[in-house]
């Protein structure tokens, strides 16, 4: 063999060489792809989805599916190169920067608690909003999380104060604890009236600071919590993150109410929800889509604000309606029910 061949030959088992393990090198990328769905009108590991005690509740039929992503990857479990490219090459998943599902400012178990708060607090706000779809009232919390060290609220508010009053008027949110306090002016005094404890009650004065933009502030982290009237329990096992709160409510919405609420057929749906039953935008609406329509999905409530990327990607065989609010969807399953065709649809637009 001449020394040329040999020269070649070297270089072509080095570059293969250098390319194989190249191609099983950590890279810091992950991959989503369609996850499980839940029908929240039916049960997990033989446990209702959605429990309703102290209140009387009505058959269900059909499906009321909300969606997942699953991830592969992570700063932990990193990708190697050629799961990125097999990836790349599937229209069914999506290949992302890592920072953009895990912060540089966060590790993966805090992401992780993030999204499991995030599920809670979607569950309490899907109870809030179903039953202000039925006009069933219910009572607003708001208790203290934490303080602020070195601000005024620092050893005088203790975590799990309730709120009941802010300088003598009554609280109805977290919004009107904030307002009370910026009413005011940097060096002023603030009474907060509490429920402590096993339901001690006190008044708490707080001597208010200039905070950000000059704005008065008093160092206090709250939350809000709900007192309903009947007990609701949601069962999804091991599913994170804020995005099945519209699909919780319509599932609580429709054990609630006479009659089936999809009149027998199998929607899915996604999207985040707040007390007052605005829905928002989430993440990975294209794997999600994907994963509605295997599980057998027709129909698809899409968020307003992710209407124009889901008619990009939206598969064959699922019907993309358009939603914004709770109230939105409920109208929306009554006329499919109904079997009316004219629905608020998604566009490129």
């Avoid at 706000?125 to 303080?147: C, G, H, M, Q, W």
């Avoid at 329509?293 to 993309?320: H, I, M, Q, W, Y």
Wanted: hydrophobic share 40%; with cysteine.
């Amino acid at each position: 063999m001449s020394r040329r061949a040999l020269t070649l030959l070297v270089a072509g088992f080095l570059v293969l060489t250098l390319g194989v393990v190249g191609a099983f090198l950590p890279v810091p990328y992950v991959v989503l792809s369609p996850g499980p769905t839940e029908n929240t009108i039916g049960q997990v590991d033989k446990k209702d989805v959605v429990s309703i005690t102290g209140h009387q509740t009505y058959p269900t039929s059909g499906a009321l599916s909300l969606v997942t992503v699953a991830y592969q990857g992570g700063p932990s479990a990193r990708i190697d190169l050629l799961t990125a490219l097999r990836g790349w090459i599937d229209p069914t998943v999506a290949v992302v920067p890592e920072e953009t599902i895990f912060p540089p400012s966060s590790s993966a178990k805090q992401v992780e608690e993030e999204n499991t708060v995030e599920m809670a607090n979607s569950q309490d706000y899907a109870t809030a909003a179903a039953l202000n779809e039925l006009k069933i009232a219910y009572r607003t919390v708001v208790t203290v999380l934490s303080t602020e060290k070195g601000k005024p609220a620092d050893g005088k508010l203790q975590k799990g104060d309730e709120i009941l009053a802010v300088d003598g008027k009554p609280v109805t949110s977290v919004d009107t604890v904030s307002q009370a306090v910026r009413a005011h002016k940097p060096g002023d005094n603030v009474t907060f009236s509490v429920s402590r404890g096993s339901g001690q009650k006190l008044d708490v004065t707080v001597q208010t600071v200039q905070g950000a933009k000059g704005k008065p502030i008093v160092g206090v982290v709250m939350q809000a919590r709900y007192k309903f009237p009947f007990t609701v329990d949601i069962n999804v096992g091991d599913v994170g993150g804020p995005s099945a709160g519209l699909m919780f409510a319509l599932g609580i919405y429709d054990k609630l109410t006479p009659g089936q609420l999809t009149g027998g057929k199998d929607i899915a749906g996604t999207g985040t929800i707040d007390p007052s039953g605005e829905v928002g935008p989430i993440g990975g609406i294209a794997q999600k889509m994907v994963g509605a329509r295997k599980s057998g999905a027709t129909v698809f409530l899409t968020p307003a604000d992710n209407c124009s990327e889901a008619v990009k990607a939206v598969p064959d065989g699922l019907r993309l309606v358009k939603i914004q609010t709770m109230h939105e969807a409920v109208q929306a399953l009554d006329s499919l029910r109904a079997g009316q065709g004219n629905l608020p649809s998604c566009s490129a637009s």
